[in-house]
Each structure stands twice: as structure tokens, then as C-alpha cells.
């Protein structure tokens, strides 16, 4: 349980971060809260040779409002995005999932960008970016870019970050009138981890469905978009009827994960029930 | 664990056999193999980097061809060994000739022990059908290929 050798930098600022990068390639990595990342060392089935640490660059770690988004710094831990009362009023889904995460200490320690760029396939966070319609906002030495929530996510522990590149921020549209959320869970006892997680962001005007967005992660090797139970959900009443008939297709067009834990069958069971339940939880709060 | 399901590339099944017994192609389509050298009739030794993301692992492997009929079946096995653990398993193959298109219907079944099993038990079944997919996704390329020397191997 004690890692292969490496160096450790402590990075001063972003761009020392990515000049490091630059310069030592692949055989460098982030350290970011380093819960996923020491474990897999400690274990040696990582072994880099340069460990690069974003953790003393204070400027990385913020909740703030600006220009219609809510901006989130790439090194924001888990606690904070939990406690933070502007989440709490403005984006409620951000805060519920992150106390569905992990343990304590990873709350503490972990960032919402280490484990979005980490890109566990049984991660919550990735569930909620993708029901929010957030942006990832890259860094790299040519400035930055911008990555939908839906094109970052590539497969199991691969993201669309390109090497060199360096998650700085996570933005999330700010939400058009009252969102019903919720993130809704089957936690595996032993990790923590989602067996199945379904975060839904969804507006609701007269009794009808305006908007869905469904999130859905440890189901597939990557999470997705439920875009089958958002069509059958949009612009209809959210009765007993169309729940059913919408839930049916929750894991539909995907590979559904198999493990000792839970058949395939058993989670593509658990991602119907669990999405209904993620969809009336949450309009039941906005009732 | 099984692997199992069809694929079906779109080159003649006399081609697509002929590259899933040369050592050369094969090289090619098995994901990280760096290197496979012959020790016997249909014997082999590979060099592997075998993992998922970042997450990789070095395995030395031996990989033999049995049972071969050309054009129509055989069956792969491969055992290998590295740090990170062990994997051992067989898969047959049968390819059925479907209008100068051709299915490949596979079978496996792969045993996984060591430290990845007992860490990454949750991935395992996921990675196995990823990497089978990368698998074909070569060998389509390399078969649908118009260079005819693709398929001898070079």
C-alpha cells in the first residue's frame, strides 16, 4: 500500500499548473482532492511519475452567480458545494448530491472537478452536470474551451479532456423560473458508491411538463442523458400513467454495467424504479 | 464472466478468418498488445498494456489458437499475469458468411483474480465488453481495408 515513486509540485497558480503539464506530459498527473487518484497509486495501478497539485491555488475554489450562470471553480469540494446557501437557493440538485457522496472525508477533502475529471462510471456528480446542462470549461496553454456536459463524459475513466488540459470551472445555466430536482440513489454499502443514480431537473407550468432533464450514472460505463423519458415526459401531466409508461425507458440505448453486486437485469429494474422516484420527488417539492 | 454477443463487419468471411489467425493483425486489434511473438504452431507470447483510462496495468500473456476450421471456427486462449493480477480465459468464434458480408458469433468466458478483481470488481464486466469492442472495431478496419496486403500481415 505504498505508492511507486514520484515528485510532488505544488502549483502556485493555474497557469504554473498547466506549464507543468506542458512540460511533463503523461508522465505527470492533477492532484485535485486526491481521493480517487492516492488510492490507485497506493495500489500502483497508477503510477505517474510527476504528481502536479492544484490544492494551495485559492483561487480555484468558489461558488459565485455571474452572467446568468452559476460558476463553480474546479477545486470547490464536496462540503462546499453541500453547505453553499447560493446552491441551496438557486441550484438545490448541486448540494443534494454532493451529500449523497462518498464519506466525510471524501466530502472534505475531494473536489467536484477531481471527480468530473476522474470520471468514475458509478460517480453522482456526473448525473447531476448532465440534468443541469452545465458546460466544463477546459484550460490549457491556448486558453480556454468549452465542453457540454454531454460531450465530456467519453467512457469509463475517460473524459474529453485533452491532454495538456486542465478543468478549471463548471458553469450551470441559471434555472428559467422554479426547477423541480432531485437526486435519488441506490448506494452501494460497501464503497459508496451510485449502483444506480438518477438526478432530474425539471420544470413544471400548469400541471404540465415544460422541461426534463435526466441524468444517469453507475448504470452504463458512462453516465447519460435519459433522452427516451424526457421526450415521453415533456408536455404532459406527470400522473401515474406517463410516469410508468416514461420510467420504462430509463437505461434504454445503453450497455447496463454487471457486477457481483447487481445483474444487468436487476439495474436496468433499479433505473426505472429509481427514475420514477427521482421525478416524484422532485415535483412533490415543487408542489 | 461471460463475453458474448455478434458482430458483423462487412468484408468476406475468407478474409476476416485468414486476419484472426495472422499474428500481425491480431496484434493490432488486441488492445494494448505491444508485442507477440511466436513460441510454437499457433502458440504465441504477448506483451500487454491492459487497462482503461489511466488505469493500466503491464501482463505478459500466452495466447494459443485451437480448434482451428478455416474458415468457420476457432477458439482463442489466453492467459496472462501482471502486476495488477491475472486473467485467464477462452472464447470461440464462429463466422457465418452472410451475403460477402460476415457474422462473427463469439463466446467467452474470462476469469479475473488478483488485485484487480478485489478493487475494480464493479469495472471489470464494462471494461471486458469495451475491449471487446475495440477488438472488432480494429479487425473491421483492418478486413474492409481495399489494401489486400492488410490481410497478409506486414
Known amino acids: ?287 | 464472466m461471460k463475453i458474448e454477443g455478434t458482430q458483423k463487419i462487412g468484408a468476406p468471411r475468407d478474409r476476416i478468418f485468414a486476419a484472426l489467425v495472422d499474428p500481425a493483425i491480431l496484434q493490432k486489434c488486441i488492445p494494448g498488445c505491444e508485442q507477440m511473438e511466436k513460441t510454437g504452431d499457433n502458440q504465441y507470447k504477448a506483451k500487454l498494456t491492459a487497462g482503461v483510462g489511466p488505469v493500466k496495468g503491464i501482463f505478459t500473456a500466452t495466447i494459443s489458437l485451437q480448434e482451428i476450421v478455416a474458415p468457420e471456427h476457432y477458439k482463442l486462449v489466453v492467459e496472462g499475469k501482471g502486476q495488477p493480477g491475472f486473467v485467464k480465459g477462452s472464447g470461440e468464434l464462429n463466422l457465418r458468411d452472410d451475403g460477402g458480408a460476415t457474422e462473427i458469433q463469439y463466446t467467452g468466458d474470462v476469469n479475473v483474480g488478483g488485485l484487480i478483481a478485489s478493487v475494480g470488481q464493479r469495472m471489470i464486466q464494462a471494461t471486458a465488453n469495451m475491449l471487446t469492442g475495440r477488438f472488432f472495431k480494429v479487425l473491421e478496419a483492418e478486413t474492409i481495408s481495399n489494401n489486400p496486403a492488410s490481410s497478409t500481415g506486414t
Not at chain 1, 18 to 41: C, E, F, R, V, Y
Not at chain 1, 263 to 272: G, I, N, P, V
Request: with cysteine.
Open chain 1, 1 to 287: 500500500m505504498i505508492p511507486a515513486n514520484f515528485d510532488y509540485i505544488a502549483a502556485k497558480s493555474l497557469d504554473e499548473a498547466i506549464s507543468l503539464l506542458a512540460k511533463h506530459k503523461d508522465d505527470a498527473k492533477i492532484l485535485a482532492g486526491g481521493h480517487s487518484l492516492l488510492p490507485a497509486m497506493k495500489l500502483r495501478l497508477m503510477q505517474p511519475k510527476v504528481l502536479i497539485d492544484l490544492g494551495r491555488i485559492r483561487d480555484l475554489s468558489y461558488i459565485k452567480e455571474e452572467g446568468g450562470q452559476i460558476r463553480i471553480g474546479a477545486m470547490t469540494t464536496h462540503f462546499q458545494i453541500e453547505i453553499s446557501d447560493v446552491l441551496r437557493r438557486s441550484c438545490p440538485l448541486l448540494p443534494e448530491t454532493a451529500g449523497h457522496l462518498g464519506d466525510m472525508q471524501v466530502r472534505n477533502k475531494g473536489t467536484v472537478g477531481g471527480s468530473l475529471a476522474h470520471s468514475d462510471p458509478a460517480a453522482d456528480w456526473p448525473a447531476a452536470i448532465l440534468a443541469l446542462d452545465a458546460e466544463i470549461i477546459a484550460a490549457s496553454a491556448k486558453g480556454d474551451r468549452v465542453i457540454k456536459a454531454t460531450d465530456f463524459f467519453v467512457e469509463m475513466l475517460t473524459t474529453s479532456l485533452e491532454p495538456g488540459e486542465i478543468l478549471r470551472e463548471i458553469r450551470i445555466p441559471a434555472a428559467k423560473g422554479k426547477a423541480a430536482q432531485a437526486y435519488v440513489k441506490v448506494r452501494h454499502p460497501a464503497s459508496g458508491f451510485a449502483v444506480v443514480g438518477v438526478a432530474v431537473n425539471l420544470s413544471i407550468n400548469g400541471g404540465k411538463c415544460q422541461s426534463a432533464a435526466i441524468g444517469i450514472t453507475g448504470v452504463s460505463p458512462k453516465a447519460y442523458r435519459a433522452s427516451k423519458v424526457e421526450s415521453a415526459l415533456k408536455g404532459n401531466a406527470l400522473d401515474a400513467k406517463t410516469l410508468s409508461a416514461a420510467c420504462a425507458h430509463a437505461a434504454d440505448g445503453v450497455d447496463v454495467n454487471s457486477d457481483l453486486y447487481a445483474s444487468a437485469e436487476y439495474r436496468k429494474q433499479l433505473a426505472t424504479v429509481y427514475t420514477r422516484r427521482a421525478i416524484e420527488t422532485a415535483t412533490a417539492r415543487v408542489k
